[in-house]
């Protein structure tokens, strides 16, 4: 895994939201050269700040006026907050829909001019793998979860069109700390290329609300960045040191959704409540 570095010119203060997630945790430390300040959110408890270039502050991203304080101050956003995983519909509405309105909002009127937004793969997942795909190709989300990324990725759109707030929406692939299936050998996203693509969607100007395919360099890949290579993203890792470890799992059915789609086993989950 590669380390961050930056010679860019740090931020006073970065707000996370996600801080008590997987990701967020792996990114508490790699963000740190990118601001003086950095400004860890969840709903969940997060670890108190080690120093005073920490700040936490609890939030549902369910409550907007708890949002609007979350926000004030901050020069940008990374927005990792939410239900990260297919749930029933009513749970992801609060967190995932009106907390990325909340969150867009809190921006206007703060006046923050950069987001970058965590979307995924899910937005595209009844896609069937191998068939290749760029930032313009038909969203096909997999699951509630998928619905709420695309939402998400139009608030953007809607508030780079209409108030000029900035987002990189990063479709990201399976961030992990190596890949776990043979469907991760193609969406494998290492958190040393999480790190580097979060430095090139904060740092690039002019990216008005662009989609990016957050995926490393592996030898299978089924999406295509051509429409982000403004950003100047170049992966450095892949999933091909695991290759051998991988295979050597039990293979599933061919009419597998791991082998199928590319959300993989989203696409059966749910639906929820029924008797």
């Not at 430390?29 to 997060?46: G, N």
């Not at 965590?118 to 699951?143: C, E, M, T, W, Y």
Request: proline letters at 5%; one cysteine or more.
């Amino acid at each position: 895994m590669t380390s961050a570095t930056t010679e860019h010119q740090p931020f006073n203060r970065l707000l996370l939201t996600g801080a008590a997630g997987g990701l967020g945790k792996v990114l508490r430390q790699s963000l740190r050269p990118f601001t003086r300040i950095l400004r860890l959110s969840d709903i969940a408890e997060v670890a108190p700040a080690l120093d005073e270039s920490e700040e936490v502050q609890l939030c549902d991203l369910a409550d907007k006026q708890a949002v609007d304080q979350l926000v004030a101050g901050v020069d940008a956003i990374l927005h990792f907050g939410g239900v990260s995983v297919e749930r029933p519909f009513e749970e992801i509405l609060g967190a995932n829909i009106c907390g990325v309105f909340h969150i867009y909002e809190a921006a206007r009127r703060h006046n923050v001019k950069r987001v970058i937004f965590a979307s995924s793969n899910h937005v595209i997942g009844f896609h069937k793998q191998g068939h290749r795909l760029d930032a313009h190709s038909p969203r096909r989300p997999d699951s509630y979860y998928g619905l709420s990324k695309c939402y998400g990725e139009d608030m953007a759109s809607f508030y780079f069109d209409r108030y000029g707030i900035e987002t990189v929406s990063i479709r990201i692939g399976s961030s992990f700390s190596e890949p776990q299936n043979r469907r991760m050998m193609s969406t494998w996203l290492s958190y040393g290329d999480l790190t580097q693509l979060l430095e090139c969607a904060l740092y690039t100007p002019n990216v008005g609300h662009t989609v990016v395919y957050g995926v490393s360099d592996n030898q299978n890949v089924w999406w295509d960045n051509s429409y982000a290579a403004h950003l100047n993203f170049k992966a450095r890792d892949s999933s091909e040191p695991f290759r051998a470890q991988v295979e050597a799992l039990p293979m599933p059915a061919a009419d597998d959704p791991i082998l199928v789609y590319q959300g993989g086993a989203f696409v059966t989950l749910g639906p929820f409540g029924d008797d």
